[in-house]
């Protein structure tokens, strides 16, 4: 099966600082790419996602890019805030097949500090 | 927009107790759900895949005769999980699989904590 592993799997930066967080993966059949961002005892939501055509997108202060060859994608974060503190894993899947299995990854807390 | 419901939000129970979990799609059809488990500090685990009106798909390791799902209807899938004992107290959610003029999004429900004494 498919083995994704992130890093780091903690991170703490300054309150306006730039967080980057990686995601590595083993299955060169996948072609969807999404972030989620989940805060204690909630349910994973969907932040931002790339498809295996686009190397790069960006939505205001998170961006995630691309690298197929290498087989890993990034979350970057600018100008972070208190409340982009939370875990984030991403999860890369193969469609069509894979059975639209989701495999998140090992995670990344990141901790925002005043 | 599209929302999924997921109750109980919190099950304390004794060991030895069968607990059954729902999850429903409220405003859209889902042919498939997923169940995941996780873990304090760590990622969300696949179980299984819930078909409608089918047999669900279990990952290895994930034992079918204690973890049954049920998904009966295009808007509803059950995990009871059986005779429940202090090592399956965890967080579990559940997703349901939407598909809009081609697009194809999972939406979470916000899980169930169950905690087994």
């Known amino acids: 099966g498919e083995n994704v592993e992130q890093h780091p799997s903690t991170l703490s930066v300054q309150e306006g600082d730039s967080a980057v967080i990686k995601c590595t993966y083993s299955?060169?059949?996948?072609?969807?790419f999404p972030w989620y961002k989940q805060e204690l005892g909630k349910r994973p939501q969907l932040i931002i996602d790339?498809?295996?055509?686009?190397g790069e997108k960006k939505d205001q202060r998170i961006a995630v890019t691309l690298n197929k060859t290498a087989k890993h994608f990034s979350l970057h974060i600018t100008e972070t805030q208190p409340e982009d503190s939370a875990v984030y894993f991403c999860a890369p899947k193969r469609a069509p097949g894979g059975g639209n299995k989701l495999t998140f990854g090992t995670g990344t807390q990141l901790k925002v500090e005043l | 927009g599209a929302v999924v419901s997921q109750h109980p939000s919190r099950v304390i129970c004794k060991s030895g107790t069968s607990v059954k979990i729902e999850c429903r799609s409220l405003?859209?059809?889902?042919?498939?759900m997923f169940w995941y488990r996780q873990f304090p500090k760590q990622s969300l685990m696949l179980m299984a895949t819930?078909?409608?009106?089918?047999?669900?798909?279990?990952e290895q390791g994930v034992e079918k005769d204690k973890f049954l799902i049920n998904h009966a209807s295009l808007t509803l899938s059950t995990l009871t999980v059986t005779s429940a004992h202090p090592e399956d107290s965890s967080f579990y959610i559940c997703?349901?699989?939407?598909?809009?003029?081609?697009?194809?999004?999972?939406?979470f429900g916000d899980g169930t904590r169950l905690s087994i004494l």
């Open positions: 997703s349901a699989r939407e598909v809009l003029a081609g697009k194809v999004t999972q939406h």
């Open positions: 819930s078909n409608e009106g089918s047999k669900a798909t279990y």
């Open positions: 299955d060169s059949a996948s072609n969807y």
């Open positions: 405003d859209f059809q889902a042919t498939t």
């Open positions: 790339i498809r295996s055509n686009v």
